[in-house]
């Protein structure tokens, strides 16, 4: 069966990113498909490269880019979410004059339509938020 | 579950989403932010409703003067739904009821449905995103 | 469907409201602060007791025991892990989070 996932939170303030980054992991063992992790609202901050987190803690950001990496998971982030959060990729960056950017690895940004596009063709859409 | 649903005329799949809210506007931005994905959503010829259960019929308040907040004022967005023929707006009569209010009382037309009757209309949902 | 709840229900109303709008058949699984409503002794409790009569009612195991709270599960509360969190959403056409 297909899987799609929303957060709706950031990491550490709310509970909802790692209650969504174990779901994920048991979809996958239970050898479902995780089709894609849609972040919106403050969820977007899930795809900050520059969270540093006491060595002591789990890394939310490194664990959704690690997963990823390893099952070619599809995260985005929604642009116009992201955007007023000041969580910008490269491409972002040039376009809107900015001197930094700060998206982890395995995250892309893209559009809105992408969540409901997740909604249309997974078989289930999961949401975690507060 | 595919094989059950409609098809449009495309070809493609048309499911029926439900967005449904339950915070209310400005102390939040769920309202605001949820609003811009039922609008993205127009895009995909899907079979669209929306429900205002608990604070969320907060949003459909007529009235709404931010100004002293400095806030964008989005009430008229719910006026141009319609335009997306985004039409089903039901609202849950005891939510409305236990704040005192009516349906004289909103910006735009909505169906005031009880709580059993908006139930059964979530169990007929493929898919709900609640804010 | 299956009704997700997250929230404590002496903090917030989702429980209420997912309890009002689930209709017989339901099931509601009890995740983050709402397992706290799963628990002996609770003002929440004897709601979700009278509703166990027509809804499912299934309690995230891994939360109830991060909160110290595992052993004041109220009789008929099912326990799952995330295993079964899985199973629970793909057996139901679909499911609603009540955030």
Redo the contacts between chains.
Sequence with gaps: ?K?AILV?EGPYTH??SD?AY??A???L??G?ELYRVFFYHDGVNNASRLTVPPADDRHIVNRWSALAQEHGIDLVVCIAAAQRRGMLDENEMKRQGKDANNIAPGFRISGLGQLVEAGIQAD??????? | ?TDELEMEEGGGVVKKFMF?N?KAPYGTIYALEGLEVVLISAAFDQDVCMAF??DGVYQLMKNVDTTGIDMKNFSKTYRALEGYDIEKLYV?K?SMEARGLTEDDFIVDVTVMS?AE???L??E????I?? | ?LH?V?KSPTER??LD?CL????KG?AVLL???AVYAATKGTAAAAKLQAAMADLKVYALA?DLNARGVAGRVLEGVNLV???G???L??EH???????
């Excluded at chain 1, 289930?124 to 507060?130: I, P, Q, S």
């Excluded at chain 2, 949902?125 to 709900?128: A, L, N, P, S």
């Excluded at chain 3, 009002?20 to 209709?23: K, W």
């Excluded at chain 3, 056409?93 to 955030?99: A, I, Y």
């Design positions: 069966m899987f709706n509970q909802a209650s174990q779901f992991k048991a979809v063992a239970k479902h289930r859409l999961v949401t975690f938020g507060d | 579950m449904l339950r259960v608990d849950e005891e709580s908006l139930a059964a979530m169990n949902q493929d898919v709900v609640s804010h | 469907m997700i997250n109303n989702s409201s009002r709008l689930a209709t339901s995740i983050e602060d891994p892990d995330y295993g969190f899985v199973d959403v793909a056409n679909t499911c609603q989070s009540w955030l």
